[in-house]
């Protein structure tokens, strides 16, 4: 059985922008959606979702926590 | 009917030592449901699913504390129930007795006892007494997310080995029909609360947890059982099986070591 990472958005109130608040390690998406509610829950979030980690495409970045799903054939962007 | 202590008292003898059994047998098994989870704080197979699982004994404990709260109805002092009593006097659900021996436990005892105990919840929180129909559905609510873990732990050992999908059936035939007689009975006392529309009937809330873990059984290839009686050793004034969980799970209950240390 493998882990994969799933990174965390939330937001406090309708209209917040959704902000990244951590990650979990899940076997699949239903515990990704478990661990995540129960592993960031001191705030009452208005709403949370997780992300695949490897479903993220970077855009500008090279290095960072989302620079392994990169195509390595993309070249790095500058701001 | 309100939730005041003279609604309660203006109950006959009967149904209302029915009805705080009720109430004593879900607070007791949230109780020791929550050092069962407890116990796998450290030794769950992730960091995250101890989290979960250190959530799950927190929603238990703080569940069990509303439900002895309640009890002040009944003229208990809830302080006494929750610190004083032995373990010999608890109501919880027979099938906590031990501690979960392995991870394969845990995940049944979220599938069959928690979710058993939500059914029985639900069913007391849509019968007519107030303080509890006004508690329940925010407890649901939490439980929701226990029962997911669950049922998708069991999903992924059931997929991935033989070994682990035996453990699981194992475990499933021997908790699940002991758990089913045990939160949701069928003896006359019970048979009281239906009728004065305290609970909803405990073959109505079997049917909704027969269809909530049939896919889990599909999984695993078991049936849900045929429950007929109580079973051997029935004990009506606890509403449980005989026995009583281990001394050393009611001493954390009680919090004996906490209370220990305090500076009078």
Redesign the interface.
Known sequence: ?M?RTYDVFARKNRGDALCHVGY?????D??A???A???Y?EEKWFEMVAVPRSAIIPVNRADGPFAGARPESEPERSP | MTGSSETIQRLDPETRKGFRRLILSLADTKRILGIRYSDWLLGAP????G??VS??AQDEWGHARLLYSVLKDFGDDPLEVEHSRDASAYASVDTLDRPFPDWSAVVVGMVVVDGVLSSALEGAGSGAYEPLSGRVSKMLAEEE?HG??G???L??IAE?SGVGRARLRERVEEVLLPTLRGLLPTDPLQGRLVEAGLTASSQELRDRVREAVTPSLELLELEFPVVEGQGEGWDPDRGRGPGHPLEEAVERARGDRNRALFVE
């Open positions: 059985m882990e979990v390690e899940a076997l699949d239903a515990l959606r478990v661990y509610w129960k592993t829950d | 992730s960091i995250e699913a989290i979960a959530s799950m997310f997911e873990l049922r998708a732990w999903r992924r991935s």
